[in-house]
């Protein structure tokens, strides 16, 4: 493996602004008014994004933006870009410097082999050849090409190809079922299904062959069906309507049309990726991002607040970038953006427990080493993960120091959930036992809905535990009371006042789009609602709370659900938690507090006792819950959020079939404790 660098001396922020200040003749003197600057001269601050990044277009823009109001706002209006001709530009300079493009294991190679390796030209090759086979096929541009694939570099190569000749991108992860798959796949009507054998998860190998056929049989768009060899299993004997082909004989050719090859240039606001809300009522909303948008935000995110470099560039030499994703989660999207930048991207496909049966079947217990061993192999820089990630580590007692040599980690990524202040001060003292004492944390809160996120990190700020450190950079996020008024220091939604260049085109098959507007902009018509509580701090740094439509509202006091998980998780009894409020038309509050508890405990007295000791000290008297009941699982959705609103509605009174989509669920099993409890409270 090549070795990772040193710690780079001077953060792409600053670098970004000494940028600003030698050709753009802008300084500023605080990060506040850096930002206040990019959310109020957006021409000036979107087109220096386009130019410090040195983005391509064989056609010039009229205008960097339309100024029509949010969600009809054009950006770079006669631009002509391509998602992965901005990749696939770095392949010579990376390869003359010798830094691989992809590397990456899985849950049977970890330990047992060297993790593959990638180079950028080997990448850019199979990328041709699979366009071509693609075009052979009759994929035009516009036509959506679906896959059912693992974390792994054929998944990114089959998406390079397909975005390359225009396709619309659109994936969903092996672990879900077939009606989970078609609820996304059946709205945007495929012309071609890229899918594997199987998957390989917490030990356990998945044979996913009898989904292929459920899928081909209730997609009667797919014409072409290209079986990716995950497990190694027999796949001559499905049968589908449509013809059929081997991934490893679609990406084979080498020969003078794959050296010619090149990206289709596409219009700014092309179709580039079909992604997918939670889904927990209804069906999901396939939200449509274009190229061009997702390309900035995507730079701007990674390399500016996420600190992230080229992997070929001397001041950040051999960067290695890995956040842990699924190809379920939006992370995986943002993990695929680092090679837009150059950088060498590390892949992990499985459980970030390890294997959670031994070669018997026989259960075991999580390993929660088994990403740092990763990472320590591979010599990543930049580690991500998911904030309960983190909270499983510290936890499970894992010590860093037992796990390899990671210092060469140098920036944590936590995201999907409020990272809790005792879990940071954990990992930071985990790193300065291993001699790495100022950690970075780059704690970051967005949303697949725009590809991106409204709060993060910066270098040059101070770092507080358990808060976020900035508004972005073009993010002109504020937080609203009641009343809609901006509020500082005070918990408010969280609203986006300008647009971004990631903001959805549209939802597919959204006519004029009434969903889109009654998802984000009926609260405050022109303005983007989140969805989730927020407090700005005066200094800057945020804290958020919570999804906003599950607020804990006891007797005029509302709280995110947060605060109460972090309070109530920070005990060692308790391995998870779900809290709701059902407090609805005028009835007395009642809020009932769900508790996973480590095995072998029970809700005695004494643990009883200490879930509301932590719950006054932590928050108040006013949010000790009326009841407590010991569960075996919360239940969550398939990107791992608590499902607190659809079990307040169950337990309101509403038809479970009405309130939660099961098949968006990854554990629907759980659900028939909850609906006992709610049957049981209906009755007089």
């Known amino acids: 493996m090549t070795p990772s660098p040193a710690p780079p001396c001077v953060p792409q922020i600053r670098l970004y602004q000494n940028w600003l200040r030698e050709r753009r003749g802008l300084a500023f003197d605080s990060y506040d008014a850096l930002w206040r600057w990019s959310v109020t ?60 493009a992809i590397l990456s294991h899985d849950e049977n190679s970890l330990g047992n082999s060297p993790a593959r390796q990638m180079s950028w030209p080997e990448l850019r090759r199979q990328v041709a050849s699979l366009a071509l086979h693609l075009q052979a096929q009759g994929v035009e541009p516009g036509d959506r090409v679906a896959a059912y694939l693992p974390n792994s570099p054929e998944t990114m190569v089959a998406f390079l190809a397909t975005v390359s ?134 730079l701007s995110l990674k390399c500016l607040h996420n600190d992230i470099g080229c992997s070929y560039d001397p001041h950040t030499l051999g960067e290695r970038y890995h956040w842990y994703s699924t190809t379920g989660w939006v992370m995986w999207n943002a993990q695929m953006s680092g090679l837009l930048s150059g950088t060498t991207c590390c892949l992990f496909d499985g459980s970030p427990g390890g294997a959670s049966v031994d070669a018997a079947g026989n259960k075991v217990a999580p390993d929660w080493s088994t990403l740092w061993r990763f990472a320590a192999e591979l010599g990543v820089t930049f580690f991500g993960a998911g904030a309960a990630f983190y909270a499983n580590c510290q936890k499970a007692g894992v010590s860093l120091s ?113 969903r889109y507007l009654a998802s984000y902009f009926d609260t405050y018509p022109g303005v983007w609602r989140h969805g989730d509580w927020l407090k700005i701090g005066r200094d800057g740094g945020c804290v958020i709370y919570g999804r906003s439509d599950a607020t804990i509202n006891r007797h005029g006091l509302r709280m995110g ?43 005695d007295d004494a643990v009883r ?19 407590i ?20 509605k169950l337990l309101l009174g509403q038809p479970l079939d009405k309130v939660l989509n099961v098949d968006a669920m990854a554990n629907p099993a759980c659900l028939d404790w909850y609906v006992a409890l709610a049957r049981s409270r209906s009755q007089p």
Request: hydrophobic share 40%.
């Open 609 to 627: 006792a200490k879930l509301v000791n932590a719950i006054k000290t932590a928050l108040s008297p006013r949010f000790v819950p009326d009841e």
């Open 402 to 514: 037992d796990c390899g040599d990671l210092t060469n980690i140098r920036a944590l990524g936590s995201t999907g959930s409020p990272l809790s202040p005792e879990t940071q001060a954990w990992g930071t003292e985990q790193f300065e036992r291993i001699g790495t004492p100022d950690i970075w944390w780059c704690n970051i809160s967005g949303g697949t809905d725009f590809c991106g996120a409204f709060i993060g990190g910066n270098r040059e700020l101070p770092l507080v535990p358990g808060e976020m450190q900035c508004r972005l950079l073009g993010c002109a996020v504020e937080a609203w009371n009641e009343q809609g008024e901006p509020v500082i220091d005070e918990v408010g939604e969280l609203v986006c006042t300008q647009p971004i260049p990631s903001m959805p085109l549209y939802l597919w098959g959204d006519v004029e789009k009434q």
């Open 165 to 298: 000749i225009g396709g619309v991108w659109s994936i969903c992860a092996p672990d879900m079922g077939s009606n989970a798959v078609l609820d996304r796949f059946q709205q945007i009507e495929p012309k071609v299904l890229i899918a594997c054998d199987g998957v390989t998860y917490g030990g356990r190998a998945l044979d996913r062959r009898a989904v292929l056929v459920e899928l081909c049989a209730a997609l009667p768009t797919v014409a072409h069906l290209i079986v990716q060899s995950n497990l190694g299993l027999p796949t001559s004997n499905i049968e589908t309507i449509a013809t059929q082909s081997y991934f490893t004989g679609a990406t084979s050719q080498n020969d003078a049309k794959t050296e010619a090859f090149e990206p289709l240039w596409l219009a700014f606001d092309h179709p580039l990726w079909v992604v997918y809300s939670s889904g927990t009522t209804g069906l999901p909303k396939p939200i449509v991002h274009g190229h061009g948008g997702t390309i900035l935000v995507a």
């Open 561 to 603: 659900t947060s605060e109460l998980y972090s309070a109530v998780e920070a005990l060692p009894e308790v391995l998870d938690s779900l809290v709701v409020d059902l407090e609805y038309l005028g009835r007395e509050s009642y809020m009932p507090l769900f508790v996973v508890l480590r095995q072998g405990l029970l809700l």
């Open 629 to 648: 009941f010991q569960v075996a699982e919360i239940p969550r959705t398939l990107s791992g959020k608590k499902q607190e609103l659809p079990i307040k």
């Open 41 to 100: 001269d957006l021409d000036t601050y979107w087109q220096s994004i386009w130019d410090y990044f040195d983005l391509q277009s064989p056609t010039p823009h009229s205008a960097v933006c339309d100024d029509a109001p949010m969600p009809g706002t054009r950006w770079f209006v006669g631009a002509r870009v391509n998602y992965s001709q901005q990749v696939l530009r770095h392949v010579a300079a990376a390869d003359a410097a010798g830094v691989p």
